[in-house]
């Protein structure tokens, strides 16, 4: 998924130089280690039974309907409510794990068919308080095709499912269910690896059609979201009628979670420690975080401010990690017109600028790692596609800017001087929210230092994005402050989306650097078929290199999450999900 | 009286509409989110986001979407259906409703209790040391910041993390219905800052008005009749002196019931305000229409009340019901 709005907040106002004393780290030169986290991971087992976990945070989830919602904060609740097909263990973030499924999918040697066994004995919570099966996974995807639920990835995912491309919310014929137990995907080009991957999304989760059909089969917005029925160890508090709006769900203040009588422990590998959890919204990011550090049984459910981590890292070490794998920034270049549709200029750029210090106004080495492709850690494929070291190109070759290597893609290019000496003036548009501005405008720094001419745009991340950088016509040549974050562990869902050519659309375009480039457009249509993981991430990895080798956008950091917890919180870090507490896994000491 | 309050009312629907309408315009026509992407995540397919729009209704004319829009709130008060939120706005602004009323009207209590003395004593000891102190002393806190004198009080005196652990602090709002006990102790710090800087305007006006009045010739008058300087100051002086006060009190009562953003963001009340500010970074249309619609009523709202206290407060005030060319005379 891209990186959205809460960005803005990522890091927000993380001043290397305010943290200097606190971070060693900071400064050029130190190494680029994925292991410099400060705490181990942990799994959370061996932890105390009961207490209420408050979670703190400034955004609020918005839709917590499991057929629709996306957002990371929405995931980590949900993950608590539902039990999808399969999932992740916190401190694994790629090989899934069966969760409401009995076992392993079995994907057909053609990677046409996937038949996952459900598990027995799995309740729905009240009040529908009947046991799962099958029909209701079913019934949870097909919705999800619903106008009125209309989930963003369900296309994408389950698009090649017989049926699915027709879908409106009514049976899709390619998902069998011949027995309770048992559901079967058929799909009409083999891509059944990553549907099974696809499973670990809450849309998986089964919804009994009998209860929420009410709420589904409406002109308009599907209300089951404040209705939701659990089969997690959790449920949102509700009244008798199973209503949770303004109960367990109150928009604008929070949500809360209470133990779902219903769950039985020995059909599940989660723990399940914490009685409740307490979730409120609307939290000053800086009040909310010196309340964690000083309080008990809390933590914080967005990005700490730069104040919070400075005060964490000096005083309270124990309770701040920094969850590796969150995401990867990069700038993108437009490949479609002059000057960046020539592969040269692209390389010059990419090799004049200092990512060192992009990643320096962040926070330094703490905050993440300097980027040298695109399939970041955490992601199948990573290691192959050259791990940390990247796949060596020459223009990426030095996180600080190397300008020989600059000017020497600018004389390839056709500018002798190795400065651009063209008339044009170089439309940038990036983040306003800080730092995001600032590095911003280092990039416009490194455009003109090859002799360009610049005129820079900072906007509302939501603005950049849908009224320049995702839309092609607005003709912007670099948007330097975009990124992504992967959906699963599964390499296609970082590279597919945001370079293969077939996804450039004339609105919400995520192609965005618009590259079209006919060899990696085969490549990613042969990869995506491809059944078996490891060739899958050995075939990624090989278009992650040749995404990288195009200099289309440079990539220039590998997010690090900060999280912070008081020192009574054992936190499980959901490291799949940008290593926040897994509210199921978690406990108090 | 009843035909000008007819008017008044009138006049204020109208002005209802027109802002409702101006809201709705500048919501498209100015740069924003596009709820349907803000839904359905940035990678769903244009085909996705496009039935999405479909289906909340955003891909209809602007006059249509405005008609139907209308057409809820007169026939059914139906304000809408929050895209972000999923629940009725009408729902939204209920649940939000209680802390803004108990936030503004707790402050606005306590600022004219605190603005009245030092606006009387500075007037009445006009260029003394002691006038000189309150009025800087006012002067001070209206130009300290909301936002940042709730986190220096939040800092000092919050049971969770001040220096002097003496009042509940951020997040720790209860409704008056659940505990009135925690209601008041919740609400004591944002009742402080936000009464502080107000009291200091209200104290400055007060003390101008005050001057003002008491040189006038019925002032004169009434101590000639020989009637005790207290009398004279309370009964004849400050009671026609609090006029453009209440005027400013209704205003400021108005706006604050349509949110009182920094302060309820800092103590993290769940109030109008907020709801507003988070549906603007969620291009929550509905909701932000719903709290504009809300502001605008209790700022007209206010001003009602206002003008009719104006009569009780000076007794040169009277509303003339013949009257077609002014609501008021004086």
């Not at chain 1, 203040?253 to 219903?262: A, H, K």
């Not at chain 1, 490291?575 to 926040?580: A, D, S």
């Amino acid at each position: 998924m891209p990186r959205t709005a809460p960005a803005r907040a990522l890091v927000a106002g993380l001043l290397c130089l305010a943290l200097v004393p606190a971070l060693a780290a900071c400064g050029s030169g130190e190494k680029n280690s994925a292991t410099s986290t400060t705490a181990t991971t942990d799994n959370g087992s061996g932890g105390r039974r009961g207490g209420t976990l408050k979670v703190l945070s400034e955004e609020d989830f918005g839709n917590l309907d499991p057929g629709n919602t996306y957002s990371s904060a929405a995931l980590e609740l949900l993950s608590a409510v539902d039990r999808p097909l399969y999932s992740y263990a916190p401190n694994n973030p790629t090989d899934i794990v069966p969760d409401l499924a009995a076992a392993a999918p079995k994907i057909a040697p053609d990677g046409k068919t996937v038949t996952v066994r459900i598990r027995s004995g799995v309740h729905f919570g009240p009040p529908v308080n009947r046991e799962v099966t099958s029909r209701d996974v079913k019934y949870a995807i097909e919705r999800g095709f619903n106008p009125s639920v209309a989930n963003g990835y369900a296309p994408t995912y389950y698009g090649d499912v017989i049926g699915a491309a027709r879908a409106t919310g009514g049976p899709i014929i390619g998902i069998e269910t011949p027995d309770p137990h048992t559901i079967v995907f058929r799909l009409t080009r083999p891509t059944g690896t990553v549907l099974a991957q696809a499973t670990t999304l809450p849309l998986s989760a089964p919804v009994p059609q009998e209860y929420a059909a009410r709420f589904d089969d409406v002109r308009g917005t599907s209300e089951y979201g404040n209705h939701q029925v659990a089969t997690g160890p959790y449920m949102f508090a509700a009244d008798r009628d199973g209503n949770e709006l303004n109960v367990g769900i109150t928009p604008n203040r929070g949500v809360r979670l209470v133990r779902n009588p219903n769950w039985s422990a020995s059909t599940d590998d989660r723990p399940a420690y914490l009685d409740e959890i307490d979730w409120s919204v609307g939290n000053d990011p800086n009040i909310a975080g010196r309340q964690v550090l000083d309080g008990n049984d809390m933590s914080l459910g967005d990005t700490p401010t730069a104040a919070i981590v400075k005060r964490a890292v000096e005083n309270n070490q124990g309770q701040i990690y920094f969850s590796p794998g969150a995401g990867s920034r990069y700038a993108a270049l437009n490949t479609q017109i002059p000057p960046f549709d020539n592969a040269d200029v692209r390389k010059a750029l990419a090799a004049a600028l200092d990512r060192d210090q992009m990643r320096l106004v962040r926070g330094g080495a703490m905050i993440g790692d300097i980027a040298t492709h695109f399939l970041y850690p955490g992601v199948a494929g990573f290691d192959e596609a050259g791990g940390m070291r990247g796949p060596g190109y020459d223009f990426l070759a030095s996180p600080a800017g190397d300008p020989a290597v600059a000017r020497k893609y600018m004389v390839a290019a056709g500018y002798p001087s190795g400065r651009y000496t063209g008339d044009q003036t170089i439309d940038i548009v990036g983040d306003s929210g800080d730092p995001s501005n600032k590095d911003a405008e280092l990039v416009e720094d490194a455009a003109r230092s090859l002799g360009f001419k610049t005129k820079l745009r900072l906007l509302d991340s939501n603005v950049m994005y849908e009224q320049y950088c995702a839309v092609p016509r607005a003709r912007v040549e670099i948007c330097p402050t975009v990124g992504w974050s992967r959906d699963f562990a599964d390499p296609q869902t970082v590279l597919d989306a945001a370079f293969n050519g077939a996804t450039i659309a004339p609105k919400y375009n995520s192609n965005w650097p618009q590259l079209d480039d006919p060899r990696i457009n085969a490549a990613m249509k042969q990869a995506e078929v491809v059944v078996d993981q490891q060739e899958r991430a050995r075939a990624w990895a090989n278009i992650d290199r040749m995404v990288t080798s195009t200099a289309a956008a440079i990539p220039w950091l590998w997010d690090r999450q900060p999280v912070v917890s008081s020192a009574d919180v054992r936190c499980a870090y959901q490291l799949w999900n940008q290593g926040h507490c897994d509210l199921a896994y978690s406990s108090l000491k | 009286m009843t035909r000008y309050l007819a008017r008044r009312v009138l006049v204020g629907v109208v002005l209802l509409l027109c802002v409702s309408a101006l809201t709705f315009v500048l919501f498209y026509v100015l740069p924003a989110g596009d709820p349907a992407v803000l839904r359905a995540g940035r990678n769903a397919s244009p085909a996705t986001i496009a039935q999405i729009r479909h289906t909340l209704g955003l891909d209809r004319s602007l006059p249509v979407q405005f008609w139907t829009y209308l057409k809820g709130i007169v026939l059914h008060f139906d304000l809408g259906y929050s895209y972000y939120n999923n629940a009725p706005v009408r729902t939204l602004l209920a649940r939000q409703l209680p802390a803004t009323i108990s936030l503004t009207l707790g402050a606005a209590v306590l600022w004219v209790l605190i603005a009245t003395p030092i606006g009387i004593v500075s007037a009445l000891r006009r260029r003394t040391w002691a006038d000189r102190v309150l009025m800087s002393g006012a002067l001070v806190v209206i130009s300290a910041p909301v936002y940042w004198v709730g986190l220096v009080a939040l800092y000092l005196f919050a049971d969770d993390i001040g220096i002097f652990p003496l009042l509940p602090g951020a997040g720790s709002y209860t409704p008056l219905t659940q505990d009135p006990g925690k209601w008041l102790g919740s609400l004591i710090l944002p009742w402080l800052v936000l009464a502080g800087s107000f009291a200091g305007i209200y104290a400055r006006l007060l003390r101008t008005s005050l001057i003002d009045t008491m040189s006038q010739d019925f002032i004169r008058t009434a101590r000639a009749k020989g009637i005790s300087e207290r009398r004279v100051v309370l009964r004849h002086g400050v009671r026609v002196a609090l006029t453009p006060v209440v005027t400013l009190l209704g205003v400021d009562v108005g706006v604050l019931l349509g949110g009182a953003i920094l302060t309820e963001s800092v103590f993290n009340l769940p109030g109008i305000g907020r709801l507003g500010v988070d549906a603007i970074n969620h291009a929550d249309l509905p909701v932000i229409q719903g709290t504009v619609l809300a502001a605008a009523f209790f700022v007209i709202a206010a001003n009602l009340v206002v003008d009719v206290v104006y009569a009780f407060l000076d007794p040169r005030v009277r509303y003339s019901s013949s009257s077609s060319s002014s609501s008021s005379s004086t």
